[in-house]
């Protein structure tokens, strides 16, 4: 029972997890809409994340680890490059019209209760993919629509690892990017002393998304083997919280100069 019980959250984090890296992008895609501007996005940010999703994938792949991990590795390569595109899309959108555009000053209440109702949005999403990762289980789990293929692939993967060098080595280099590709966004941010543009949800959902992938991965086995080789992606994901809390504090300090 306590084994099963195991599986069942490590699926469940997995789910929560896919569901938030599905939408992690979709908040800053509407702000850089809805802006029609895409200069609060370090774009070295975006390119080591990329790098660092690039070389996850091939690390994943190589070292046959979890399906979840692979899922999300394939889908974090296709939402870098997605907001990548957008990013370039507004930047040589700069036309006459745009640069003598006269921007309008925001009223500190209404910036007040955007930002109000921005925190609320922001956390039914969190509720809303929490849900969808218990939803999709259920669903997977279920006699009617659980396949044999699938059943097969949760019983023997992972515990049976062993250590592989190539899969390790992509796996540390993805770990070390992650670890460094907020940076340049939070020296952006400290040089602008401002948080504006930059999207509060994307943060969120990614925090909550590395919460739980590493969830998935923890909850799954704690054999020393099996923890030893998917080191790199439980640091790759649990070391980026760190400074992923470091923006949320930038958003916090910087948040009454945002609104004047």
């Known amino acids: 029972m306590h084994m099963f019980d195991n599986k069942a959250l490590s699926e469940v984090s997995g789910y929560i997890s896919i569901a938030c890296w599905i939408v992690v992008s979709i908040p800053q895609l509407y702000e850089n809409y809805r802006r029609k501007s895409s200069d609060s996005v370090s774009l070295s940010f975006l390119y080591i994340w990329l790098a660092g999703d690039l070389l996850n994938l091939t690390g994943s792949i190589l070292q046959d680890l979890l399906p979840t991990a692979i899922y999300l590795a394939a889908y974090y390569v296709l939402s870098d490059l997605v907001i990548i595109l957008q990013v370039y899309y507004y930047r040589r959108k700069i036309t006459f019209e745009d640069e003598e555009s006269t921007p309008l000053l925001s009223d500190p209440q209404t ?8 925190i ?6 969190l509720i809303g993919v929490c849900l969808t990762g218990a939803i999709a289980y259920y669903f997977s789990s279920s006699p009617q629509t659980a396949s044999p293929s699938s059943t097969l692939i949760q019983d023997d993967i992972n515990v049976q690892q062993h250590m592989e060098l190539l899969p390790q080595i992509f796996g540390w280099s993805s770990a070390i990017l992650y670890l460094g590709s907020r940076i340049p966004q939070i ?5 602008s002393k401002s948080t ?4 509060l949800g994307m943060f969120c959902f990614s925090v909550l998304g590395n ?6 991965l923890l909850s799954y086995s704690a054999e020393y083997e099996y923890l030893l080789v998917n080191l790199p992606w439980l640091i790759g994901s649990g070391g980026t919280l760190i400074f992923d809390f ?3 504090a930038q958003f916090y300090l910087y948040r009454k100069r945002d609104s004047c």
Do not use: D, R, V
Not at 111 to 118: D, V
Not at 196 to 199: R, Y
């Open 211 to 216: 919460i739980a992938f590493c969830s998935s």
């Open 246 to 248: 470091t923006i949320f």
């Open 196 to 199: 504006e543009g930059l999207s």
């Open 187 to 191: 020296i952006q941010n400290y040089k």
């Open 111 to 118: 910036s007040e209760k955007s930002n109000l109702n921005q």
């Open 120 to 125: 609320w949005g922001n956390l039914i999403g």
